[in-house]
Every structure is written in structure tokens, then in C-alpha cells.
């Protein structure tokens, strides 16, 4: 099933917010309180089309490409958890709303993470998809650094010159089931974003200061660590994978312990991308917990 499929006959549309001058790319549905939802280290809003029609239902739903991501601007940022968060509240304000979900996945759940601490009294409710701020694993750092080093190599055989193959990796990477879930059409769609002027150049900004950021040693002292983590205090949805790459369920396991008002549920046939791999599943789960 094609992405248009997914969106056919429902009133969707693809808005652009200016999020104080940053110009913001949405797909926008529904009506009713609001959800954001956050991809990836180099995702963009289609990471959500199979979604948005349902919680559309019961909220408006706004799935964003995030600052230097997608089709949205690409400001001269250090990229790191703050300027998310910053751009985040931006965007909230311009949006009209006084308080939000967040539902994010890999980084995308530590800016969601993040935004609840620091804006306490700007959110409602959060889901940390496959991504949380605390540290991998020993096995985890070894997926992270496998993945980084691919890339650089795929990168390498591509003249530095962004290529099809080079998508369906990190794509594939995303997935558990990556025969089944990297359609042509994802691909197309990543590789016309990456193509974009100067897209290329800033998607390796972005991964570097993403994946150096869950790696870095400052992580616990700024971020990961029980007292900081346990000034989040909305209602907390732990959604994570049983093949999800860099952060495994243990690891998730361990977070949790300190995240106040939280629960955790396990998909069993997703890695990193479940509201893609099982999105019926994934819907069912996400919206109780919202309306819960």
C-alpha cells in the first residue's frame, strides 16, 4: 500500500508553519487537542503517513519535518537536544497551542523527553518511541557505530554524492523486516529530500551531532541521569521494540526506573520504525494511551 492510499479521502494537508523563522513543514489532520509527532536523526513527516488518519479521529494531528530536516529550513545550528527543544516550543507557540503531546521516535523521543522537562507546563503527554535520553549498551554502541561507519562508507563508494543505495541502507538499518517495509516509494521519497541543495550537507551535520550526542560521555552528566530525568512529570508512554537497534529493552528497562508516571510496552515484529512496521498495533496503543 502506497502513502497516498493510506491518506486517500481524508481531509490531510501539507502546511507550512513559520516557527520563528524557521520555516516548518507539516502534514496536518484532525481536529481537537493537539499531537506532534517527531521522527528520527534524518526522518521527515512520512515516517508517520500510516498514522495520521487514525489519530486524526481524535486529535489534530501534526507530523512535522523538524528543524533542518524534510522540506523544512535548515538554520546554521549546532543540532544538538536544546536547539530541538528550542524550535519544538517555537512551533508550539506558533501553532496557537497551550499545551501538546509529544510523541517522538529515536531522537525525535529525546526531544520529546527533553521539551517535557524543560517545558513542564507546556505538555500533556509524552512517548518515547525506540529512543530515550540514556546511554546504549556495550552492544548498543557497537550497532551505533557499525551503522555510522556504513554510512561513511556507502557515502565513500558514492563519490560523496548522496545515491539511492545509500537510502535503501539506512532505511533497511530502520527495519525488521526490511523487504517488506523499505517500499520503492520510502526510498524515492528520502532520496528527493536528501537531493534537495544543501540538504546532503546538513543531513551529515545532523547525524553526526546525533548519534555523537547518545554516544557522548556528557550524556549522563547533562541528561540521562535519575535527578534530571525525574523532573518530567506528565504521563509517560515508553514505546519500544523487540529488535530496536542502539538501545535494546534492557536498556530501556533501566531508564525507566526514573522516569516518573511512565509505562513501557514491548512490540514484538518492529525494530526501529513500529508505527511503520505495525502500524495497526502501534495506533491501537498510541491513541488509548492518549485518550487514557
Given at each position: ?191 528527493a529530500i536528501y537531493t534537495q541543495p544543501d540538504r546532503a550537507a546538513a543531513m551529515k551535520k545532523i547525524a553526526e551531532a546525533s548519534i555523537g550526542g547518545i554516544l557522548a560521555e556528557n550524556l549522563v552528566r547533562d541528561y540521562a541521569n535519575p535527578a534530571f530525568l525525574g523532573r ?61
Open positions: 500500500m502506497s502513502i497516498w492510499t493510506e491518506l486517500m479521502g481524508h481531509e490531510v494537508k501539507q502546511t507550512f508553519y513559520n516557527a520563528k523563522d524557521v520555516r516548518t513543514r507539516c502534514i496536518e489532520a484532525g481536529s481537537g487537542k493537539p499531537i506532534i509527532f517527531l521522527h528520527g536523526t534524518g526522518g521527515h513527516a512520512e515516517a508517520y503517513t500510516r498514522n495520521i488518519v487514525e489519530h486524526a479521529k481524535h486529535f489534530h494531528v501534526y507530523a512535522v519535518d523538524m528543524v533542518g530536516h524534510g522540506y523544512s529550513d535548515m538554520p546554521d545550528l549546532n543540532y544538538n537536544y536544546e536547539d530541538y527543544v528550542n524550535w519544538l516550543r517555537d512551533f508550539v507557540d506558533t501553532i496557537g497551542a497551550d499545551k501538546v503531546s509529544v510523541s517522538g521516535e529515536s531522537l525525535g523521543a529525546q526531544v520529546a523527553q527533553l521539551f517535557s522537562i524543560r517545558h513542564p507546563d507546556r505538555t500533556d503527554k509524552i512517548i518515547l518511541n525506540t529512543g530515550m535520553m540514556w546511554p546504549p549498551d556495550e552492544e548498543g554502541r557497537r550497532q551505533l557505530i557499525d551503522f555510522v561507519e556504513r554510512s561513511r562508507a556507502a557515502a565513500a563508494a558514492g563519490g560523496g554524492a548522496i545515491t539511492r543505495e545509500a537510502v535503501r541502507n539506512r532505511l533497511n538499518w530502520l527495519m525488521f523486516d526490511p523487504e517488506k517495509s523499505v517500499t520503492e516509494e520510502l526510498v524515492d521519497i528520502r532520496y518530567a512529570k506528565c504521563p509517560a508512554l515508553i514505546l519500544w521494540t523487540r529488535h530496536n537497534p542502539g538501545q535494546g529493552i534492557a536498556v530501556a528497562e533501566a531508564a525507566l526506573k526514573h522516569i516518573p508516571n511512565a509505562r513501557m510496552v514491548v512490540m514484538e515484529n518492529s525494530a526501529h520504525w513500529p508505527q511503520w512496521e505495525e502500524p495497526d498495533v502501534f495506533n491501537k496503543i498510541h491513541i488509548e494511551f492518549l485518550k487514557g
